[in-house]
């Protein structure tokens, strides 16, 4: 029937796959999240799975999780539990869990039937002369090889000698036999199969040829049913070779559309580049706080209603966004604006006594852990004799402009039971360098009442029987990793462009003694927030049947 029609417009087939494609999603949405399992996800794949699960959750319909591992030299075991634990992390749930090796033999059939169909040929060229061929970097004309008319038979056969692996990688092809003089490169006979000598993560060596993305794509689509094959822009001009494999082995054609990837400025997200990055020492590791991969953002204590936050907020159209990353951190702090209690602590302590407190007593005060979210609780510190107050926070010589504390000036404890007034000032005789404030708290009980103060200060008591304050023994304050808005641009490579001074680390920073309990509560606030959200996508995929633990699945059947 096939060969009377055109390509993919025999109706009766046509109408038989609808039909069939309908029997299976019953008019659900289906979508997928298909990531290469190469490398940890990055800032940019959160839109990729808010664009998939998200479609599908509210349309009622079903989002696979599918690992594309058709590349064994990449492919590595830490990268797939970790994609899925990130999915899990931004609160999804997918329908099934696939990988795109599982239909490595019903690919191979259809690469068969594709030669059958004299719609595929094995070219034995080498790399260069199908380049070459395919017009070179000039896209000039595009020449058919003497492989591409060679019988059907004979590429049978030489497939066959591909697959049994007696030939070595790229001594022999199989190239679709599109069209040479289509206006889109993507339809100049691309490459199917290839020979690659790995042994794959889950097939070991019983594959010799594996499948390229160009033939996998399309075709683990239609296996999976999948109604609207979501991918970026780049993708545009490979939606015609797309189209056309499914229509030359007549299976069911998905719809692709395209939307625009998201780029953070300022930062790298390449493999390579953070893999080099890792690797010579410029960052700790794949989840160091100043990268955007997911498991860095998640480290940095970046929630991840935040982050699903952010890429709603940018929506989702053709056009790509390069969004620096101030306007990444505005939106992870207004997000955290309402829900992040605020504590009392000091970066560079410096000793304060106060004159007139007895030795031993501690006043408790009880503070709001919020200015404006009461419910957020409160928190009880204690106020001493001996305070530390920051090194900043003091100048031996005022000024106007100037309010905070200085000899003879009054400023505000924030939060704390009174304002204190500098009386005097220790100094260390060989350095000049100040070590201590001699100053009195302004407590009214000399029946002066105080002016009010026009600055407030942070401060943490010293009583160590309370165990106050909570001592930081390091404390990293991250700032940007690169110097410029695109790194990838420096030369002779995005390394010139690495600030030095992107990790700051400061020793002997001090925090109010609640800090302990409050990170306690933190981590369970962003853990049942996680989970919350999770519940909600599960109840979100209409039927609730799913699997969730990793084991293979067949989707198709
Ligand atoms: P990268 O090379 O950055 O890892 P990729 O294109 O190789 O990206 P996969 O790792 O295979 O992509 O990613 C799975 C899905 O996520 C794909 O559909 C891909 O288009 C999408 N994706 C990857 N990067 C971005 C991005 N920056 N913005 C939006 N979607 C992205
Ligand atoms: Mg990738
Ligand atoms: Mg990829």
């Given at each position: 029937l096939?060969?009377?029609?055109?390509?993919?417009?025999?109706?009766?087939?046509?109408e038989d796959l609808r039909q069939a494609h309908l029997a299976f999603t019953k008019g659900k949405v289906h979508t997928r999240f298909p990531p290469e399992p190469n490398g940890y996800l990055h800032i940019g794949h959160s839109r990729a799975i808010f664009v998939n699960f998200g479609y599908a959750a509210h349309h009622g319909g079903r989002c696979y999780l599918r690992?594309?591992?058709?590349?064994?030299?990449?492919?590595?075991?830490?990268?797939?539990?970790?994609?899925?634990?990130?999915?899990?992390w931004l609160g999804y749930e997918p329908w099934k869990i696939t990988y795109s090796?599982?239909?490595?033999?019903?690919?191979?059939?259809?690469?068969?039937?594709l030669i059958k169909r004299d719609k595929g040929y094995v070219c034995n060229c080498t790399p260069e002369q199908i380049k070459a061929n395919r017009g070179g970097e000039t896209r000039g004309p595009r020449i058919a090889c003497a492989h591409r008319t060679r019988p059907i038979s004979e590429s049978l056969a030489e497939f066959e000698k591909m697959k049994n692996g007696e030939y070595k990688p790229a001594q022999a092809v199989l190239r679709m036999k599109q069209d040479l003089e289509d206006g889109n490169p993507q339809m100049w006979d691309v490459i199917a199969y290839r020979v690659l000598e790995s042994p794959h993560h889950k097939t070991g060596a019983h594959w010799k040829i594996y499948p390229t993305y160009d033939f996998t794509h399309c075709l683990c689509d239609s296996f999976e049913n999948i109604t609207h094959s979501l991918c970026t822009t780049e993708f545009v001009a490979s939606r015609q070779s797309y189209e056309w494999l499914c229509d030359a082995v007549e299976v069911y054609k998905p719809r692709q559309s395209e939307y625009g990837r998201l780029n953070i400025e300022g930062t790298v997200m390449s493999k390579r580049k953070i893999l080099a990055l890792v690797n010579e020492g410029y960052v700790t590791g794949w989840d160091d706080p100043r990268l955007y991969t997911l498991i860095?953002?998640?480290?940095?204590?970046?929630?991840?209603?935040?982050?699903?936050?952010?890429?709603?907020?940018?929506?989702?159209s053709t056009a790509g966004s390069n969004i620096q990353e101030a306007r990444f951190d505005q939106s992870v702090r207004s997000y955290l604006e309402s829900s992040a209690p605020r504590l009392l602590m000091v970066v560079s302590p410096l000793k304060v006594t106060i004159e007139n407190m007895p030795d031993g007593e501690v006043v408790w005060v009880e503070k709001p852990l919020h200015p404006k979210v009461p419910e957020l609780g409160t928190s009880r510190i204690?106020?001493?004799?001996?305070?530390?107050?920051?090194?900043?926070?003091?100048?031996?010589?005022?000024?106007?402009?100037?309010?905070?504390?200085?000899?003879n000036k009054t400023v505000g404890l924030f939060q704390g039971p009174h304002p204190i007034t500098c009386t005097s000032?220790?100094?260390?005789?060989?350095?000049?360098?100040?070590?201590?404030?001699?100053?009195?708290?302004?407590?009214?009980?000399?029946?002066?009442?105080?002016?009010?103060?026009?600055?407030?200060?942070?401060?943490?008591?010293?009583?160590?029987?309370?165990g106050s304050p909570v001592r930081v023994d390091e404390m990293r304050i991250f700032h940007r990793l690169f110097k410029s808005d695109n790194p990838s641009a420096a030369q002779p490579d995005f390394r010139a462009d690495i600030n030095s001074s992107s990790l700051e680390v400061v020793k002997g920073a001090m925090v109010e003694v609640g800090f302990w309990d409050l990170a306690k509560k933190a981590y369970e606030h962003a853990k049942g927030e996680s989970m919350e959200r999770t519940e909600k996508a599960k109840k979100s995929t209409g039927d609730g049947e799913r699997v969730g633990d990793g084991t293979p699945v067949a989707t198709s059947e």
């Open positions: 096939g060969s009377l029609h055109k390509v993919g417009e025999n109706p009766q087939i046509r690992y594309d591992d058709t590349n064994p030299e990449k492919e590595e075991a830490r990268y797939f539990e970790s994609i899925l634990e990130m999915v899990r090796s599982d239909n490595f033999q019903r690919l191979y059939e259809l690469a068969v039937e860095a953002l998640r480290r940095r204590g970046i929630p991840p209603g935040a982050i699903i936050s952010f890429v709603s907020g940018l929506g989702v204690p106020f001493a004799k001996h305070i530390y107050i920051d090194k900043e926070d003091f100048r031996t010589v005022d000024s106007k402009d100037y309010f905070r504390l200085a000899p000032v220790k100094t260390d005789s060989a350095t000049g360098e100040v070590t201590e404030l001699i100053c009195r708290l302004e407590d009214g009980k000399d029946g002066k009442a105080p002016a009010k103060p026009k600055a407030f200060i942070q401060w943490v008591a010293e009583i160590p029987e309370v």
